[in-house]
Nanobody
Framework: QVQLVESGGGLVQSGGSLKLSCAVSGSILSIIAMGWYRQAPGKQRELVAGITSSGSTIYADSAKGRFTISRDNAENMVYVQMNSLKPEDTAVYYC?????????????WGQGTQVTVSS
């Protein structure tokens, strides 16, 4: 099993920056990709950024040029650096791990961390 714990959320003014962290523990070798998602009130959860085990990254259009996903394999951490934050970035941000266990694909969510951007 894999456990994810997010941290780093908070209140920031528009134009500011935050760096979210996701601590990964458990069956790490089963992880094939990691992602950051967010869910704003009344909206569906959406992918913000993802990174594969080979280091390939993907970003939502809303995050391109502002957010950077990275990982530290030695520390079992995944980060997202968020710059030029906007009020519409306000959401609960979740870390997600994509697992491959034998022939089965699974995913695990963290508990989420609140990001609030004031105008």
């Amino acid at each position: 099993q894999v456990q994810l714990v997010e941290s780093g959320g908070g209140l920031v003014q528009s134009g500011g920056s935050l760096k979210l962290s996701c601590a990964v523990s458990g069956s790490i070798l089963s992880i094939i990709a990691m992602g950051w998602y967010r869910q704003a009130p009344g909206k569906q959860r959406e992918l913000v950024a993802g990174i594969t085990s080979s280091g390939s990254t993907i970003y939502a259009d809303s995050a391109k040029g502002r957010f950077t996903i990275s990982r530290d394999n030695a520390e079992n951490m995944v980060y997202v650096q968020m710059n030029s934050l906007k009020p519409e970035d306000t959401a609960v941000y979740y870390c997600r791990a994509e697992l491959r266990i034998g022939a089965l694909d699974r995913h695990v969510w963290g508990q989420g961390t609140q990001v609030t951007v004031s105008s």
